[in-house]
């Protein structure tokens, strides 16, 4: 059934009233996510956290008299959704044209930024594990939801995934079974400790925060696609400055980074799996 005039004006309103509250109450600017995105899960927040009807405009009040809600609604407005070895093609080729230059460093590091509940993070390091590279690594995932980050330095995720995990994991090149790097219990799969020995979870905010750390590699996918233009180009830059020249940037799949701005510091690895190298001229940075 298709809504009025009057309801899609006034929930634009309310949309434009609860991004107000957030940066003003909290400190956290959604004004420049992408709109269709942010007004799906804004909509998913009120029903959940709202007075029931789901109306934006009561969420608005809790976002500004309780701000013990935060953690939640900074986890609804995050990316949850992932895989590991998530798009094998792309793992297959970090194992294979990335590793092999990566380890020409003495020492390792790598941002996965907008980590989620961490799956791509315990597939990178089950891939340096498999290339020998893993004890002189450092990956650092970082993510805006603490709620999330909870979630990923635990390790532990659903059974049901494990047979499209497994199938993932040889698509991309595994060497061995993704069975010897977890274990099944009480329908859940956890994986092996060992693969968290040299990973720092972290909360960041794309939006806002600086350089997280210097870095080789800077994996961030599928997080892009929900922001505008121009804070894409902010969030390219910020890869850049992170990464010494020469490094990597991999992007998901339905991302590009355009030709112009800080995109032009950039150039394809492979430009169909959308990972790209920073060019030795680029701007500021290592």
Known sequence: MSRAPD??????????????????????????YAPASLLRRVRQLAKRHGDGDGAI???????????????????G?????????????VFRALREQVLPQLATHPQITIWQAGCARGE???SLAILLEEAGLYERSQIFATDLSELMLEQAREGIYPLRAAQQWSRNYVAAGGSHSLADYCSARYGLLKLDRRLRRNVTFAQ??????EVFCEAQLVLCRNVLIYFSNPLQQRCLAR??????????????LRERPGSSGAAADFTPVDANLRIYRRAAAAGPGP
Do not use: K, W
């Not at 990316?79 to 070895?85: G, T």
């Not at 890869?239 to 998901?252: H, I, P, T």
């Open 57 to 75: 405009s009561t969420l608005i009040h809790r976002v500004l008299h309780e701000p013990e809600l935060l953690p939640q609604l900074l986890e």
């Open 239 to 252: 890869f850049r400055d992170s990464l010494v020249r020469g490094g990597f940037l991999c992007l998901g």
């Open 120 to 122: 791509e993070v315990y």
């Open 77 to 89: 407005l995050s990316v949850p959704a992932s895989d590991m070895f998530r798009d094998p093609s």
């Open 7 to 32: 309801d899609i004006e006034l929930e634009g309103i309310e949309l434009d009233l609860f991004v107000e509250a957030m940066r003003r109450r909290h400190g956290y600017d959604f004004g420049q």
């Open 204 to 209: 960041h905010n794309l939006v806002a925060d």
